[in-house]
DNA sequence: GCACATAGTGTCAAAATGGATACCGTTAGT
DNA sequence: ACTAACGGTATCCATTTTGACACTATGTGC
């Protein structure tokens, strides 16, 4: 168990008080994992309604992300054996808890950044 | 090129109402970015007075955060024409009113990871 | 016997990110 | 003359992340 107690080294979670910040960042973080949460709240969906939603992503950049959420245990993966395949995502509960946070960071979008991006500005 | 802010990041903001959240996860994201703004939470600190509290950054890595965090109007940079050099660095009027997104992140992980992380174990 | 649909995998290469290390400029202290 | 203090830069390199693109499996419809 690689937790706090790592004597020389530690991984994560054992710096300052914020480090939980980080480390649930690190959780939502990549490129993907915030939409597609945002977009699980509303309710189940099968991989390629996802990609609907979210155009850029490739496919093997979805299965990715999803692979890493489900690891983490924010989303459930559900399975149905038939052909062509189907597969449900949604949220566990641990992912349901994010909510409030998913809801923050878009709120703060929304109203600070107002759909552009101030880095956008010189490109 | 080890300039301040990554343009590839997420700069095309044009897909779905989702985007504000990773607009700004992107912001925040960025190694050291979560713990940077926390701290700054409490008041103004010096360059140095910011290493201290974090100790695993390096001198390259936290001025690269802190541009750009300056790049995206979070933190404000005031520069003493002193010798040995002053640099204060403190949240903008704008990064403050991120406050309630850093706390919520510090929340969940406080509550939700306390000490606890699945990718950490089976290494 | 071929294409279509779904939900993937595999491989390679480019790009972004991060770490290590050394150097810079000014002034005060010894 | 040399060193320390502070807040950086510059350069090089390793690791990680991402993108492009091709390939897979299988049952159904033509």
Known sequence: MDTV??????????????CS??????LIDGKWKGVILFHLLDGTLRFNE????????TQ?????????LEVD???ARRVYAQV???VE?????????LEAVILALKHWGDAH???????DSAA
């Open 5 to 18: 107690s790592s004597p020389g080294r530690h991984s994560r979670l054992d710096c300052s008080p914020g």
């Open 89 to 97: 995502y949604s949220l566990s509960e641990r992912g349901r808890s």
């Open 113 to 119: 950044l107002h759909l552009f991006h101030p880095r």
């Open 50 to 57: 996802i990609r609907k939603r979210i155009p850029d992503v």
């Open 21 to 26: 910040v980080e480390a649930t960042l690190s």
């Open 73 to 75: 245990g924010l989303i």
């Open 84 to 86: 062509p395949p189907k």
């Open 60 to 68: 093997r950049m979805l299965t990715n992300q999803l692979r890493e």
